[in-house]
Nanobody, 118 residues
Framework: QVQLVESGGGLVQAGGSLRLSCAASGSIFGGNVMGWYRQAPGKRRELVARITSGGLINYGDSVKGRFTISRDNARNTVYLQMNSLKPEDTAVYYC????????????WGQGTQVTVSS
């Protein structure tokens, strides 16, 4: 069992920045993936960014060059630095965790609201 606790959401003007954090605890394997997905009302959940325990990173196309994901393996914490925010970034952001190999259980944080005003 893994629990995820998110923080850092809020309201920001277009062009501004926010930093999200997610701390994992529980049955964490040495090989794992942590990341962020987001979901706006009426839309499907989509990948924002993810990072493996070995440091391999994937970004969603819409955030490349603006967002940066990082992690602290010693603290089992993942961060998302969001710069140059746009109104279309407005969504609930969910932290995600899965142990490797792929196909094991997926764990989700409670979600944190990010709202970008024009």
């Amino acid at each position: 069992q893994v629990q995820l606790v998110e923080s850092g959401g809020g309201l920001v003007q277009a062009g501004g920045s926010l930093r999200l954090s997610c701390a994992a605890s529980g049955s964490i394997f040495g090989g794992n993936v942590m990341g962020w997905y987001r979901q706006a009302p009426g839309k499907r959940r989509e990948l924002v960014a993810r990072i493996t325990s070995g440091g391999l990173i994937n970004y969603g196309d819409s955030v490349k060059g603006r967002f940066t994901i990082s992690r602290d393996n010693a603290r089992n914490t993942v961060y998302l630095q969001m710069n140059s925010l746009k109104p279309e970034d407005t969504a609930v952001y969910y932290c995600h965790f899965t142990n490797l190999p792929v196909g094991e259980f997926n764990y989700w944080g409670q979600g944190t609201q990010v709202t970008v005003s024009s």
